[in-house]
């Protein structure tokens, strides 16, 4: 098929273009609203800042139906839940209502004004304004789960692992998947993009990192990787697969997409092709059991 | 659904009667050869050990297929590919034919008589017989894919670090899945099952590991885990899994088996709720690019 040759040329390839190039392949693909028969109610505001908006899709109201919110990455300091012509994230929040869920898309404030953990704390502002809100669209507030990609699943990370702030409780969701995230700052690996976000300090790292906290979580985790991801985020997923092994004695829930990009995990859903999607609804189905 | 509920209730257990419960629960699903319109060849001699026996399952002849040959597991020390009447290991047959390929299933010797790399030495064997006899059952002597399961992926992953003796070229095969394998042994586990293939001299046990060539392969591997092993066989799949970030950058071809116990894996093959089969398909048609 074209596009997986496409992807393959282009590798691991990390640039603006190669972001482009992937969001052209997939556009033609992907899910829109009305293709769905979701209902969008956009830039709804969980908090006081700009990028505090998420957007709600849902369809006829029922009985409630699970939460999928999803958050996007970007690299610490961009990226967006996209508009109502973008064809990205529409297509996330409308292969959720076709999935029976509600869906969620939001934005975060970025480094490098809001630096570590602005992100955290802002999933854990949506988490709460979701439970006070969501149910008048359909939605179960106690079967929410979190979606992130890439900085979006740092920022996951990081709420679950309790460095959003306030709670030290057990985050009030039901399960999260995490796709090509980027779970703890790197002190081997100079990379700008971390430290815009996690800072230079060093000696700051390990209680940054949310490794051993996703190791040790009770909430269901599945974690994907893909093909074509670059090292460093394979090598991400082997510190948390090492340490869940470890701490529990069993590997975590993996998903690895053959013939993907770090870019194309999220932008597929929805789409024919989709091979994220099932693994999405099964985790979100099991948090009715 | 029942069959799943049952799973999870033995968990983990790891004894002759989780085995026999397992596979009490797959064979009223288990695919024939009958129905898949297998024609089979059994106990051809590979070599001269009354255990050097395969079974060949092949459709009408025509273009030569891709050729997929599953070994057993067993602890080292048991395990058959199953005669004529018995569900297992023919669904694995059955489903090979069905799916477009030429099956084997084989066995091997068995410790305490014939230890490391015994084993190794039989799949290579096994492989050679192939290449010479495999071309008048329809199958492909230059795709050939090994399925290992357990004991019998311990065994593929010796033949691809060539373990078993005579080649020190890259192994003659297009690909391999390895399931639930234990890849090295471990100095810091007392296991009698493992003393007993790989001996009692913990001094060998880094020359016996697959894990560095597992890391280096160029042959695509597969690897499963399920959900209900033994936290020793994550371990062992959390080694390969660092390794091979560490030496390729990326990660290993990983297939989380939900809902699965150590021995279900392979007995799942072809039956309606196969969720293996579709992504050794994949493994194996890629061997055709």
């Given at each position: 098929m074209e596009i997986w040759q496409q992807l393959r040329a282009m590798g691991e390839e990390f640039t603006p273009t190669s972001i482009q190039a992937t969001h052209k392949l997939f556009a033609p693909l992907a899910l829109t609203p009305a293709q769905a028969g979701a209902v969008?109610?956009?830039?709804?505001?969980?908090?006081?800042?700009?990028?505090?908006?998420?957007?709600?899709?849902?369809?006829?109201?029922?009985?409630?139906?699970?939460?999928?919110?999803?958050?996007?990455?970007?690299?610490?300091?961009?990226?967006?839940?996209?508009?109502?012509?973008?064809?990205?994230?529409?297509?996330?929040?409308?292969?959720?209502?076709?999935?029976?869920?509600?869906?969620?898309?939001?934005?975060y404030r970025l480094a490098p004004s809001a630096v570590w953990p602005a992100g955290a704390t802002d999933v854990g502002a949506a988490v709460g304004w979701l439970q006070a809100n969501i149910a008048r669209f359909g939605g179960d507030a106690t079967r929410i789960?979190?979606?992130?990609?890439?900085?979006?699943a740092t920022h996951v990370a990081g709420y679950l692992a309790g460095h959003g702030g306030t709670s030290d409780a057990r985050p009030e969701v039901m399960a999260a998947a995490l796709l090509s995230g980027f779970y703890e700052p790197d002190a081997f690996h100079v990379d700008p993009m971390q430290e815009t976000y996690f800072g230079s300090d060093r000696g700051r790292y390990p209680a940054q990192s949310t490794v051993l906290a996703l190791a040790a979580s009770?909430?269901?985790?599945?974690?994907?990787?893909?093909?074509?991801?670059?090292?460093?985020?394979?090598?991400?997923?082997?510190?948390?697969?090492?340490?869940r092994v470890a701490m529990r004695g069993r590997s975590p829930q993996l998903l690895y997409l053959h013939g993907h990009n770090h870019f194309s995990s999220s932008l597929q859903l929805g789409s024919a092709i989709d091979s994220l999607g099932p693994a999405l609804v099964s985790l979100a189905q099991a948090t009715q059991g």
């Open positions: 969008v109610q956009r830039n709804l505001a969980y908090g006081a800042d700009p990028r505090h908006r998420l957007d709600v899709f849902h369809g006829p109201l029922a009985a409630p139906r699970p939460v999928v919110v999803f958050v996007h990455g970007g690299g610490f300091v961009g990226g967006d839940k996209g508009g109502a012509d973008a064809p990205f994230y529409n297509n996330v929040g409308a292969w959720a209502v076709r999935s029976g869920f509600v869906g969620v898309t939001m934005t789960v979190l979606v992130g990609q890439s900085a979006g009770t909430v269901p985790c599945l974690f994907t990787i893909s093909e074509f991801d670059l090292p460093l985020f394979h090598a991400q997923l082997a510190a948390v697969f090492a340490a």
